[in-house]
């Protein structure tokens, strides 16, 4: 009886997205709003998120992400010290960081432009941490009514003031149910992502002038006995994605490359070899 195995899930390149600020800024209420269902508690009481909440979703546009929400940033004491140092580490390896102030509201959702922002010394250590590491940074003034922002504990902290220039700044209401703050949250992250693609991947995986509904690219793909079952690599993986998000058509050729590397091989058997790939080239004219 021969024993059935299956292959390994195939890899994803996950985008990661956190969530920062401090406490009761609406950090948990922007992760629920994110996945679109009650991931996260969400209440009026300090310190509600204990440890980080991390969610898979994907998004349209960007492709799978995982998300973390994390716990107030300014929570103070030893336990406090302890999540901050664990908040900082998730922030070193996000693509993107959501900070989270809270502001009086305002109506509207709506991209500020002010010179310089105002933030504390704790949600300073999170655009110091993107800074550092050149990543992309994105601060969301969520609006509350008088009456709420009042309810949320003041607690003492030394102020900093940042160039407005270096990140992407925002005003909107996270409580907001009708849909409006989800398709303006969503807008938000693909306007980052795509400027990050651009800083990530300046020059084109493929000259432009090859790729158009005309074209069809051929990947020679070499296999052995070292290539994982049921999938590409990873570089050949892309390739082919590049292609076909630019319409062009792809064919696949795979060499014999035991064959190549025997020193047996006769001249015949290689020259087969070669006409097999030039009809592979021929039919793709």
């Not at 991209?111 to 590491?133: D, F, G, L, S, W």
């Not at 990947?219 to 590049?242: N, S």
Request: with cysteine; charged share 25%.
């Amino acid at each position: 009886h021969h024993r059935l195995t299956f292959p390994t899930r195939r890899f994803l390149s996950r985008f990661n997205i956190g969530i920062f600020g401090n406490m009761n800024s609406g950090k948990s209420t922007c992760m629920n709003l994110l996945v679109q269902q009650n991931a996260s508690i969400v209440d009026s009481k300090l310190g509600t998120t204990s440890d980080s909440k991390i969610c898979l979703i994907e998004i349209h546009g960007i492709g799978p992400c995982k998300i973390y929400d994390t716990p107030g940033i300014n929570e103070r004491g030893e336990l406090g010290e302890k999540k901050r140092q664990k908040t900082l580490q998730i922030a070193k390896y996000c693509d993107i960081l959501l900070l989270i102030k809270p502001k009086l509201y305002t109506m509207n959702n709506s991209k500020q432009v002010k010179n310089t922002i105002k933030v504390t010394q704790y949600e300073n250590m999170i655009v110091e941490c993107a800074k550092a590491r050149k990543k992309q940074i994105v601060l969301i003034e969520n609006q509350f009514d008088v009456l709420s922002l009042k309810q949320i504990p003041r607690i003492h902290e030394d102020e900093h003031e940042i160039d407005a220039e270096t990140i992407h700044r925002y005003e909107m209401n996270l409580n907001d149910t009708s849909g409006n703050a989800f398709s303006f949250l969503m807008s938000i992250l693909r306007e980052v992502w795509n400027e990050l693609k651009l800083k990530l991947n300046p020059n084109p995986l493929i000259p432009l002038k090859y790729l158009n509904k005309f074209q069809t690219v051929v990947l020679v793909i070499p296999m052995d006995k070292e290539t994982p079952q049921c999938r590409l690599l990873r570089p050949q993986e892309k390739v082919q994605e590049y292609c076909l998000e630019h319409f062009t058509s792809t064919f696949a050729f795979r060499l014999d490359i035991q064959l190549l590397r025997d020193p047996n091989s006769s001249k015949d058997v290689i020259d087969t070899e070669k006409n097999r790939f030039l009809d592979c080239i021929r039919q793709c004219k």
